[in-house]
């Protein structure tokens, strides 16, 4: 079993910066990848960012050059860094990850931008 603890988030102003962080224990040898999706009020889950084992990463369009997403391999944390965060941006942020054909989440971080 793997486990995803998930820390960062919280109330920032528009145009300010977050940065996520998720740490997974349990069985994490073979990780495919790390990553984030996020919940808004009323909307599906959305991809935000991964990242896999060799270093890809794939970002949704609308956080392209303003998220960025890295990895600590060997502690098995990821993270995500927001900056210029918009209203838009605003939901629940869940860290994911994929091994061995299987997907694990956290339980969610709220992220709420807001003036």
């Known amino acids: 079993q793997v486990q995803l603890v998930e820390s960062g988030g919280g109330l920032v102003q528009p145009g300010g910066s977050l940065r996520l962080s998720c740490a997974a224990s349990?069985?994490?040898?073979?990780?495919?990848?790390m990553g984030w999706y996020r919940q808004a009020p009323g909307k599906q889950r959305e991809l935000v960012a991964t990242?896999?084992?060799?270093?890809?990463?794939n970002y949704a369009d609308s956080v392209k050059d303003r998220f960025t997403i890295s990895r600590n391999n060997a502690m098995n944390v990821v993270y995500l860094q927001m900056n210029n965060l918009k209203p838009e941006d605003t939901a629940v942020y869940y860290c994911n990850l994929n091994r061995r054909g299987s997907e694990y989440w956290g339980q969610g971080t709220q992220v709420t931008v807001s003036s």
């Open positions: 990242t896999t084992n060799g270093g890809t990463t």
């Open positions: 349990g069985t994490t040898f073979s990780i495919y990848s």
